[in-house]
Each structure stands twice: as structure tokens, then as C-alpha cells.
């Protein structure tokens, strides 16, 4: 098949087909295929027709990033659509969009809930909280009676002496923390955003030991690992954390914790169910 030899050429001529021109503002009347005209695509990404053209017909080279763009904005293109287009184009996705979230979808509550022993919450790339279920509330954070600006993980841990006086290696953690906040905010594309700048600022002022990490610039993996907490009735509990990514967010983040040993995971449960009643 052609379109096997030119996939970029393939997608884009299927999505300008599936798109109607009256909608867009075009002339209507009889046409020899459904879908808007190449001329109609390139003035919608506002390029060259002669250009649009051959990136159909497979000519011309690679096109740069922005023109990927124009012609994803020309086209409608969901973002998964969008990053398809630029893994046929350039064979990288496109760089990420930041967009600061603002909740959490029912369903994504719902996985979490799911775990009815095991802590879990979804935080953003700022680490701002949106979501945790009853395990969270009952071993971590009742983020529930904290007013919704204070359900952030670090404005918590660095201004808040509860938090010190539960984890005895709070300064090891504190640099753990920093150096995922930072590798977090630069995979989501907000590292130079006002809210990041915003929030940095804040905790610089408030923390003369963040100030001292953050100047550090060091960068850390958070994929997994064991937090320990002194937890004021059940006492100490060693918990395994796993982070996910959650598909299609960029800016959002699930983190899971499991007890590491069967006698933390009996304590769990108890501590979970007793004030459940």
C-alpha cells in the first residue's frame, strides 16, 4: 500500500477527510471527495499550500515543530491525535503543554477508593493534592479539613513541625522531595510557569532549608520506594510507594502506598477500620 510508504501523508490526509467545510466556513456544493481540500487545510494552519501538499505526497523533508502545530490546530486534533502526528513527522512526541488542573474526574476517585488499605492520592506536577481516598486520610493526610490551598505536599512538609516530628530522616526525605518536585514540574512543561515561580518563591521564604535544597539543583527519580512514618496511633509504619502516571495528564501524578510487612499491613487495617466505625 502507498500509505505504508508515507504514514504522515496517510494520517493527515484521513483526518482533513473526516472534517465538514460548511462547519469550517467553506463553500459548500459538489466535491469529488468528502473532507476539506489540501488549499483549505493549509489556509486553516495558515502555510503554504505547495508545502502542505507535499507533506502529503511525502516530499520536502521534515516539517519543523511549529508547523506540526499549525496544521494540528488546522486539523482539530485531539492531543493524542496531536502527538501522533508528531511522532510520524519527527519521530518524537511534541513538547508538553502544562495546564494546572483543577480536580479530578469521578473516575479516577473511584480507583482510588478501590484501595481500601492502601493509601493513595494523585497530586499535580506542583504537588498540590486532588485526590486521596480513606486509607490516605487515615495514615498520611486528612486533606479533607485542610482548606483546598494548603493541600499541598510541600508547603505541608516544610511548614508544618507535624510533619518533622513524623519522619525521624526528614532531612534525607526533605531532598528526596526537592528533587522529584523538580524533575515533576520539568517533565510537565511548568518549570518556568508563574505558578511554579509562585509557589518556589513562597517556600524560599518560608523554609531556609528548602531555599538551600532548591539552590542545590538536584534531580531525583521517585518511581518507588519505602517511606516511614510515626504514625500517633498506630506508631511506626514502614510503606512501600509506587507513582504512576496517569495517561494523557502530563501534569498529574498517582502515588501508592502498600505496607511493607504483614504486621504493618494487620495495623493498617485495624487503625482503617477502626475509625471507619
Same mark, same amino acid.
Given at each position: ?6 504514514a504522515l501523508g496517510s ?17 459548500? #456544493? ?60 519527527? #519521530? ?18 473511584r480507583v482510588l477508593d ?18 486521596w481516598n480513606k486509607a ?7 486533606? #479533607? ?133
Amino acid at each position: 500500500m502507498a500509505g505504508d510508504h508515507n504514514a504522515l501523508g496517510s494520517y493527515l490526509r484521513s483526518r482533513r477527510t473526516r472534517l465538514d467545510p460548511a462547519v469550517l466556513g467553506f463553500a459548500g #456544493g459538489r466535491r469529488r471527495t468528502p473532507g476539506l481540500r489540501r488549499e483549505e487545510v493549509a489556509q486553516r494552519a495558515n502555510i503554504s499550500a505547495t508545502w502542505y501538499t507535499w507533506l502529503e505526497q511525502g516530499r520536502g523533508g521534515a516539517p519543523s515543530a511549529a508547523v506540526l502545530d499549525r496544521i494540528a490546530k488546522g486539523l482539530m486534533l485531539t492531543e493524542p491525535e496531536r502527538a501522533h502526528l508528531f511522532m510520524l513527522g519527527l #519521530g518524537r512526541p511534541p513538547e508538553v503543554r502544562y495546564t494546572p488542573a483543577d480536580g479530578i474526574t469521578p473516575r479516577l476517585q473511584r480507583v482510588l477508593d478501590a484501595m481500601p488499605f492502601s493509601p493513595a492520592i494523585i497530586k499535580t506536577a506542583t504537588w498540590d493534592v486532588l485526590g486521596w481516598n480513606k486509607a490516605a486520610a487515615a495514615l498520611l493526610t486528612d486533606y #479533607g479539613q485542610l482548606p483546598r490551598e494548603q493541600r499541598n505536599i510541600l508547603r505541608l512538609m516544610f511548614g508544618t513541625a507535624r510533619k518533622r516530628v513524623r519522619r525521624e530522616d526528614w532531612s534525607s526525605v526533605a531532598r528526596f522531595v526537592v528533587g522529584a518536585f523538580r524533575a515533576d514540574v520539568a517533565r510537565a512543561g511548568a518549570a518556568d510557569t508563574d505558578e511554579v515561580t509562585r509557589l518556589v518563591d513562597e517556600l524560599c521564604l518560608l523554609s531556609a532549608e528548602f531555599a538551600a535544597l532548591w539552590q542545590n539543583n538536584d534531580v531525583v527519580a521517585h518511581g518507588e520506594g519505602v517511606k516511614c512514618i510515626t504514625h500517633p496511633e498506630a506508631g511506626r509504619l514502614d510503606l512501600e510507594f509506587s507513582s504512576f502516571a496517569v495517561e494523557g495528564r502530563p501534569d498529574l501524578g498517582m502515588i501508592v502506598y502498600n505496607p511493607a510487612t504483614p504486621q504493618v499491613a494487620q495495623r493498617v487495617r485495624e487503625l482503617i477500620e477502626a475509625k471507619a466505625d
